[in-house]
Nanobody, 124 residues
Framework: QVQLVESGGGLVQAGGSLRLSCAASGRTISTYGMGWFRQAPGKERDFVAA????????NYADSVKGRFTISRDNAKNMVYLQLNSLKPEDSAVYYCAAVRLGLAATAWTDYDIWGQGTQVTVSS
């Protein structure tokens, strides 16, 4: 079974950048699609970005297109989310997730495995 652990969250000023990492253990994630979701207090869990098993396809939420970039390194069993030009509305707990189908899925219900999340707070 795959376990996922996110890191890299923190407090940053608006306009700043962060790089989130998702470390997988237990088995290789090279055949899994991987995604990032976020959830702010009192709100639903929202899709942010996803990448297919080989990295050939990526999907983004409209709200983050052009600012966030998802990538993966299957050799290291890692997935990353680069967050640039951050806004206060980007503040949330960010979750890494894996889907066995290998697709760049956008619905949280598609995902089989979840990490515990990392907090991102953007101050204005």
């Amino acid at each position: 079974q795959v376990q996922l652990v996110e890191s890299g969250g923190g407090l940053v000023q608006a306009g700043g950048s962060l790089r989130l990492s998702c470390a997988a253990s237990g088995r290789t994630i090279s055949t899994y699609g991987m995604g990032w979701f976020r959830q702010a207090p009192g709100k639903e869990r929202d899709f942010v970005a996803a990448i297919s098993w080989a990295g050939s396809r990526a999907n983004y939420a409209d709200s983050v297109k052009g600012r966030f970039t998802i990538s993966r390194d299957n050799a290291k069993n890692m997935v990353y989310l680069q967050l640039n030009s951050l806004k206060p509305e980007d503040s949330a707990v960010y979750y890494c997730a894996a889907v066995r189908l290998g697709l760049a899925a956008t619905a949280w219900t598609d995902y089989d495995i979840w990490g515990q999340g990392t907090q991102v707070t953007v101050s204005s």
